[in-house]
């Protein structure tokens, strides 16, 4: 095991959406940046698939338009849901006025190479994958860098500012013990695959039925899916065997009936545990965190990845000016969750909100479930569902590249 130091401005944590975005646009304004990502590669399947409105503009504003529209995608203009009643329609996107008025269904490690390839144009950037961040590392109370294991042994990042977008099971946010919030969520998802042929729907297939919630993600040639189950209930779908399980996909969306047997074995089946969370404070001296690493996103609405963008956006902001200069102070970190706070914590409400009062009730029932009635006058009333649309494509406070 060798043992290696680097110096650097800014030790970036995790290469998700957050980190990555922070990174390059960092790296933009000379800004020397390390970013430590513990996997190899991005092709793993990751949490969300959606790229909104408002980040597309920040890819516009990147010059990224074309690198962006030339990968694989699927653009919906419009996100419905299935009940017992019929098919309603949640948001429409094409009554915003934006560049983008659609979501765009993309896997999501298109997103992370580009953004890894954009870095990779500045010398500023250095990208260490297979890099995993285990511990911070301190000087009189102030974090000045981490410690992590690469493949070639131990490694130590010295760094003016640390910034922690090592998502919602951050080791850095484990490490400095910064107190938490935690809202609780009544669901955990089930997530697998499943053959897309080219007469199904295109974009997001939602369903709702008895005690359950089946999504499927368009990802060309297959479906994501995700299957909403009440929280800790996969121990009782195991144990009902994988015949049950696959008849209760098919009950849920008959045109996949033809395609359960895909699901061949519970290695099939991953499942990811859901939390709402949010530190109350994002930073301490030294460090930042940002996106879920400083406020872990419920599924609902699909806006996790949106918000750490932003983040990450308005932290770069925030940060550039000072960091040349090394004037961050306390003062400087808690504007940039000052900033962050208001859409962070509207978003979660919702949320909280939607779990409790519709996913609860979806999860609980025995028996088939209508729409509720705010989705029913959302269609008797279409202009209204530029409300929905705005709210998960746009958000409550977008942010831009300056
Ligand atoms: C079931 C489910 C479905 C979701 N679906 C959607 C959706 O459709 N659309 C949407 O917008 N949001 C969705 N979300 C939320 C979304 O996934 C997150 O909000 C978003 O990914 C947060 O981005 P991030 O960059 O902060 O963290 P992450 O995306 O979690 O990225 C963190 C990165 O850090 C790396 N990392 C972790 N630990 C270390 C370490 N110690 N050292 C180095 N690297 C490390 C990880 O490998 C990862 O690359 C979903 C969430 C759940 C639970």
Redesign the pocket.
């Known amino acids: 095991m060798t043992s290696t130091a680097i110096d650097t401005d800014v030790c970036v ?7 990555l975005m922070l990174a390059v646009l960092l790296a933009r304004q000379g800004i020397r940046v390390v970013l ?4 190899a590669d991005f092709l793993r399947d ?5 790229v909104h409105p408002s980040t597309l503009d920040l890819l516009d504003e990147l010059g990224l338009t074309d690198a962006i529209d030339q990968l694989p995608h699927r653009d919906a203009e419009r996100m419905t849901a299935t009940f017992a009643d019929g098919t309603y329609t949640l948001a429409d996107f094409s009554r915003l006025r934006v560049r983008h008025p659609y979501i765009r269904f993309m896997p999501q490690w298109h997103l992370l190479n580009l953004l890894a390839a954009t870095g990779g144009k500045y010398r500023e950037f250095t990208l260490l994958r297979s ?4 511990d911070v590392t301190r000087d009189r109370g102030i974090v000045t860098g981490v410690t ?1 294991i690469g493949p070639d042994g131990d490694i130590r990042i010295r760094a003016y500012l640390t910034v922690a ?7 850095i946010r484990h490490r400095l013990a910064l107190p938490l919030r935690t809202f609780g969520a009544p669901m955990d ?1 089930l ?1 697998f695959r499943l053959p897309r042929r080219p007469a199904d729907t295109e974009g997001l297939d939602m369903r709702v039925g008895a005690g359950r919630l089946l999504l499927g ?1 368009d990802r060309d040639d297959f479906w994501q899916m ?1 299957d909403v189950i009440p929280k800790g209930g996969f121990a009782a779908v195991q144990a009902a065997g994988l015949d049950a399980f696959r008849r209760t996909v098919a009950e849920q969306a008959p045109s996949y009936a033809d395609r359960v047997q895909q699901i061949r074995s519970w290695d099939d089946v991953k499942m ?1 545990t ?1 939390r709402v969370d949010r530190l109350r404070r994002w930073h301490a001296p030294g460090v930042l965190l ?4 400083a406020h872990a ?1 419920s ?1 609902i609405g ?7 963008v932003q983040d990450a956006v308005a932290a770069a902001r925030i940060l550039a000016g000072p960091i040349p200069g090394r004037r961050l102070s306390s003062r400087v970190l808690a504007s940039v969750q000052r900033r962050r706070a208001f859409p962070t914590v509207g978003t979660q409400a919702i949320q909280v909100v939607i779990q409790k009062a519709f996913l609860g009730r979806v999860l609980a029932a025995d028996r088939p479930v209508m729409a509720p009635a705010p989705l029913r006058l959302l269609s008797r009333f279409p202009a209204l569902q530029r409300l929905p649309a705005r709210l998960i494509g746009v958000g409550l406070r977008p942010e831009h590249v300056g």
């Open positions: 944590a995790g290469g998700g959406p957050a980190g430590l990502e513990k996997h990751f949490r969300g698939d959606t890099h995993e961040v285990v992590a977008a090592d998502g919602r099971g951050s080791i998802v997530w993600i995700a990811l859901v940002i996106g879920d690493a996103m599924p699909g806006v996790g990845i949106n918000l750490a």
